[in-house]
């Protein structure tokens, strides 16, 4: 039961346009979400969270939205660049020490 | 800091045989994990701790051991490797007050 899901496998953008990268969630218990960035041959890196408190956390060219009505959120990079292009990971958790729980992964390409 | 590094970085296994993936880390964190990452499926959390002397299971235990006999190592063991467990395996930790977890760089396990 893949309870963190990314329906995009992959996902092809211009430079300097937007990005916008989607996950899916089923468990209710899900408060704390964030997303990863990996580089091939390398471990993931944090990007960004969010708290089910709020609805949006900026951080730079990166925002990430949280529906929690529709189990939803969204990662947005504006604007896109060449060295954006990864897989990138939505991961929940129910905080503190829980386990956290990822997505498949959607690939990003950024086209120069 | 060395942050969370792992050994080997590469290894080839014969059905049957066992070996032991080591995880370290020099931040103090409480709380470490291994994940197994493989095409279309995302990371996959294997086993995590939450301190010295406690260790819980994830999502896809079966096959692997841990333990957790000191707050920086975390050492992954696969008694009898099957072909399944080819992949490529990351150590993560985090401490108390923060969500963000670090990925150690990752070790590439192949099975014959």
């Known amino acids: 039961d893949q309870q963190v899901k990314q329906n995009s496998p992959s996902l092809s953008v211009q430079e300097g346009r937007i990005s916008i990268l989607n996950c899916d969630y089923t468990n209710s218990m899900f408060d704390y979400f964030l997303w990863y960035k990996k580089y091939p041959a390398e471990g993931p890196t944090f990007l960004i969270s969010i708290s089910s408190i709020k609805d949006k956390n900026e951080d730079g060219r990166f925002t990430v939205f949280l529906n929690k009505s529709a189990k939803h959120l969204s990662l947005h990079i504006v604007p896109s660049q060449p060295g954006d292009s990864a897989v990138y990971f939505c991961a929940a958790s129910s905080g503190g020490y829980q386990k956290v729980t990822f997505g498949t992964g959607t690939k990003l390409q950024v086209i120069p | 800091n060395a942050g969370v590094t792992q050994t080997p970085k590469f290894q080839v296994l014969k059905t049957g045989q066992s070996m032991t993936l080591q995880c370290a880390q020099d931040m103090n964190h409480e709380y470490m994990s291994w994940y197994r990452q493989d095409p279309g499926m995302g990371l996959r959390l294997i086993h995590y701790s939450v301190g010295a002397g406690i260790t819980d299971q994830g999502e896809v235990p079966n096959g692997y051991n841990v333990s957790r006999s000191t707050t920086e190592d975390f050492p992954l063991r696969l008694l009898s490797a099957a072909p399944s467990q080819t992949s490529v395996y990351f150590c993560?930790?985090?401490?108390?007050?923060?969500?963000?977890?670090?990925f150690g760089p990752g070790t590439r396990l192949t099975v014959t």
């Open positions: 993560a930790s985090r401490g108390l007050a923060g969500d963000e977890q670090y």
